[in-house]
C-alpha cells in the first residue's frame, strides 16, 4: 500500500486548510486509516483515525471539535479537515493505514504545515 499526502503549507491562525492523502496499492487489506503529527523537537502524536467500512472516527483531545476525519471510499482517499488552526498546530503531518486502530502498517511521506500568528 502507498499512501500520497498533499495539502500542508504555510497558513495563518484561525485558517481552514485540509490536507488528503489517497491510498494505492493493496488497499482492500486496510480496515483503518489516519492522521499523525509531529511537531518540531517533538515525537509523533496519534492526531484522528477513521475505520474505513463505517466511517466511525477518533480524534485526540487537542484537535477535538476543531479538525474533522472523513474518507472518500470510492477515491480511497482520506481527508482531514483542520479549523481553527494554532501556531501549536505546526508540525509535519503523516497519514497511515492498517489493518487495526492499533498496528499501523503503511505510512505516508509527511507534509508539513507550519500555522503563523
Known amino acids: 500500500v502507498q499512501l500520497q499526502a498533499s495539502g500542508g503549507g504555510l497558513v495563518q491562525a484561525g485558517d481552514s486548510p485540509r490536507l488528503s492523502c489517497a491510498a494505492s496499492g493493496r488497499t482492500f487489506s486496510i480496515n483503518h486509516m489516519g492522521w499523525f503529527r509531529q511537531a518540531p523537537g517533538k515525537e509523533r502524536d496519534f492526531v484522528s483515525r477513521?475505520?474505513?467500512?463505517?466511517?466511525?472516527?477518533y480524534y485526540a483531545d487537542s484537535v477535538k471539535g476543531r479538525f474533522t476525519i472523513s474518507r472518500d471510499n470510492a477515491k480511497n482517499t482520506v481527508y482531514l479537515q483542520m479549523n481553527s488552526l494554532k501556531p501549536e498546530d505546526t508540525a509535519v503531518y503523516y497519514c497511515?493505514?492498517?489493518?487495526?486502530?492499533?498496528?499501523?502498517?503503511?505510512w505516508g511521506q509527511g507534509t508539513l504545515v507550519t500555522v503563523s500568528s
Open positions: 497511515a493505514a492498517g489493518r487495526t486502530w492499533y498496528q499501523w502498517n503503511y
Open positions: 477513521i475505520k474505513w467500512s463505517d466511517g466511525s472516527t
